[in-house]
């Protein structure tokens, strides 16, 4: 017999952790502790998780991100990655970290805004 464990008792614990998702990446994106690539990877997939419009301009931004730079390797899948393909990418890799980051700053300042005011007042 299979038996589904829900990590949460209701809809609105799980709504409230995928806010506390989009606020902790965006305070890290910030902060400089994660990448916007990867950053902006984790925020596009909370996009379709979370209870925002699907042309959430906020949200777009980190799709547009994602879309751009899905060809680059970024996080543990560089493992698998010869090294010096990685190093021929680098140049590349850090020019559209700063592009990122340019495009995706005031992005990250208004999720911040809207979801942990959200918490706020939860």
Same mark, same amino acid.
């Given at each position: 017999?299979?038996?589904?464990?829900? @990590?949460?008792? !209701?809809?609105?614990?799980y709504?409230? %952790?995928?806010?506390? +998702?989009?606020? /902790?990446?965006? @305070?890290a #994106?910030?902060? =400089? +502790?994660?990448?916007?690539? #990867?950053? %902006?990877? $984790?925020?596009?997939a909370? $996009?379709?998780?979370?209870?925002?419009?699907?042309?959430d301009?906020?949200? *777009?931004?980190?799709?547009?991100?994602? /879309?751009?730079?899905?060809? *680059?390797?970024? =996080?543990s899948?560089?493992?698998?990655?010869? +090294? =010096?393909? *990685?190093? $021929?990418?680098?140049?590349?890799i850090?020019?559209?970290e700063?592009?990122?980051?340019?495009?995706?700053?005031?992005?990250?300042?208004?999720?911040?805004?809207?979801?942990?005011e959200?918490?706020?007042? !939860?």
């Amino acid at each position: 017999m299979v038996t589904w464990v829900t @990590q949460y008792a !209701t809809h609105e614990e799980y709504a409230r %952790s995928l806010r506390q +998702q989009v606020v /902790s990446t965006a @305070q890290a #994106i910030l902060k =400089g +502790q994660l990448s916007f690539l #990867i950053g %902006s990877r $984790r925020l596009a997939a909370l $996009r379709h998780e979370t209870d925002a419009a699907a042309d959430d301009a906020d949200f *777009l931004v980190f799709v547009a991100i994602d /879309s751009d730079t899905d060809a *680059l390797p970024l =996080g543990s899948v560089r493992e698998h990655w010869d +090294q =010096g393909a *990685l190093a $021929r990418l680098e140049p590349e890799i850090a020019e559209a970290e700063h592009w990122a980051s340019t495009v995706g700053a005031d992005a990250c300042r208004s999720l911040l805004t809207r979801f942990d005011e959200h918490e706020a007042n !939860t």
